[in-house]
Each structure stands twice: as C-alpha cells, then as structure tokens.
C-alpha cells in the first residue's frame, strides 16, 4: 500500500506536468502563425498594414521602438507584404517571410531606420 500511495504522491504531479506540456505544445502549432511588427525607424508610422494570403490588420499608429504581434488567419501557404506612411512616403514591400495556417509558423517584421522592412520567420519559438 505505501509503494501506491508513494507511485500517487511523486507520480501524478509528474503526469500533470508533462500533459500540460504536451498539449501546451500541440496548441502551439495547431495556432494560426504569430507576427510581430516592430517600429526600428525612430519615426511615427501611420497606416501601417501588414496582408497576406487571406489576411489583412491595420495598425492605426506604431510609434518609434513601438512592438505588436497579432495572430494572422492565414489561407494556405503564405508570404507577407508591408505598407504604411512616414512622413510624405509610402513604402511597400511583398513577399517577405514565409508562414502558414498552422504548424507553429511565426514571422518578426522589423521597420528600419532608412524605412527599409525586414522580415525573419520560422517554425517553432522565435
């Protein structure tokens, strides 16, 4: 009767940890692909949107060294374009990253000092 009530004690905490790991894992990369856009020009933007194969979010405002992520619903497989305002210009870029509806897939757009757009994605944690 001790070796159960032993197996209960230390066994069951160590199975309720790896479950939640498990499915905080299988969560993970069943989730729509998370981007992050980050405001590096050291200017306000305005209108900045981020589209892509079945998805569009506007950003009213980002200002300098300013940081939003947002889950994308993504259609398929997917590239990424950016857009927005600064000052009297209107940069655009397409096909940046690569993402997809699911599988863990994220993307860390950064807005540069010269307005240029970098994007770095990959599957998995950032």
């Keep these: 009767m001790r070796t159960l009530a032993k197996w209960l004690i ?5 199975f309720a940890v790896i479950s939640a790991g498990i499915a905080a894992l299988i969560s993970r990369y069943s989730s729509p692909p998370r981007i992050e856009v980050v405001n590096d020009s050291g200017l306000l933007l305005l209108n900045v949107i981020v589209s892509g194969q079945g998805f569009e979010k506007t ?6 060294g300013e ?3 947002f889950r994308a619903t993504v259609l398929g497989e997917s590239g990424i374009t950016v857009e927005f305002n ?11 990253g690569y993402i997809e ?7 860390r757009v950064v807005i540069t000092e010269s307005l240029d757009v970098e ?5 998995g944690i950032p």
């Design 67 to 69: 940081k939003i992520a």
């Design 119 to 123: 994007c770095a994605s990959g599957i």
């Design 101 to 107: 509806a699911s599988g863990g897939y994220w993307a």
């Design 10 to 14: 230390i066994g069951l905490p160590i």
């Design 86 to 96: 600064a000052g009297s210009e209107r940069p655009r870029k397409e096909n940046l």
């Design 59 to 64: 950003l009213p405002t980002l200002a300098p």
